[in-house]
């Protein structure tokens, strides 16, 4: 019995032992390969067990962090992670906080079409901002409730303001600076 458990302690050490650390690494496909799975021009990044990463957080050997959607790709374009976090048009992490607070960017902002509810213009410029004026309007026989609203950008000097009407985005304007 002893020397059963030798063995399989001896096996098990030179198993973990002869095993090759594989490092994760960032993989770019090319205009001039082809595949059935190759896409134009996008990273990917295999994982140290050999699986694509998809719809996480990705640190460089530098520290930077990178989003991997679900596609398994760099995003193209600005956006929100799962976690709420922001990325910008490489999949860069966007640290957004400056004192606790988190402020929206060019990027995001060219993000917002009209049409869209406010859930939706939260989930890509954040939940930091500030409530600026609320108003009911009765125009005809139609009632309208107005949401005007303010965020900030880094510098602070930058503000981007936005009018709700019934929920849905109506009007929208930046200063930048």
Same mark, same amino acid.
């Given at each position: %019995?002893?020397?059963?458990?030798?063995?399989i302690a001896t096996l098990? %050490?030179?198993?973990?032992l002869?095993?090759?650390?594989?490092?994760? !690494?960032? !993989?770019h496909?090319?205009?001039?390969?082809?595949?059935?799975?190759?896409?134009?021009?996008?990273?990917?990044? *295999?994982?140290?067990?050999?699986?694509?990463?998809?719809?996480?957080?990705?640190?460089?050997?530098?520290?930077?962090?990178?989003?991997?959607?679900?596609?398994?790709?760099?995003?193209?374009w600005?956006?929100?992670?799962?976690?709420?976090?922001?990325?910008?048009? !490489?999949?860069?992490?966007?640290?957004?906080?400056?004192?606790?607070?988190?402020?929206?960017?060019?990027?995001?902002?060219? /993000?917002?079409?009209?049409?869209?509810?406010?859930?939706?213009? *939260?989930?890509?410029?954040?939940k930091?901002? #500030?409530?600026?004026?609320?108003?009911?309007?009765?125009?005809?026989?139609?009632?309208?409730d107005?949401? /005007?609203t303010?965020?900030y950008? /880094?510098?602070a #000097?930058?503000?981007?303001?936005? !009018?709700f009407?019934?929920?849905?985005?109506?009007?929208?304007?930046?200063?930048?600076?």
């Amino acid at each position: %019995m002893r020397k059963t458990k030798l063995f399989i302690a001896t096996l098990v %050490m030179s198993m973990v032992l002869n095993s090759t650390a594989l490092a994760g !690494t960032w !993989t770019h496909t090319h205009e001039t390969e082809w595949s059935i799975n190759t896409y134009d021009n996008l990273w990917f990044y *295999v994982k140290d067990n050999g699986e694509y990463a998809e719809n996480e957080w990705i640190q460089d050997d530098d520290g930077t962090w990178y989003w991997i959607d679900a596609g398994g790709t760099l995003p193209s374009w600005a956006g929100v992670a799962t976690d709420g976090s922001l990325y910008d048009s !490489t999949g860069k992490y966007i640290d957004m906080t400056i004192d606790g607070r988190k402020y929206a960017s060019e990027d995001l902002y060219n /993000q917002l079409q009209e049409g869209m509810t406010y859930d939706q213009v *939260v989930s890509i410029l954040g939940k930091e901002h #500030e409530i600026r004026n609320t108003e009911r309007r009765q125009i005809g026989n139609q009632t309208y409730d107005y949401l /005007q609203t303010a965020w900030y950008s /880094q510098d602070a #000097e930058s503000d981007i303001r936005i !009018t709700f009407k019934n929920g849905i985005l109506h009007a929208r304007h930046a200063t930048w600076r």
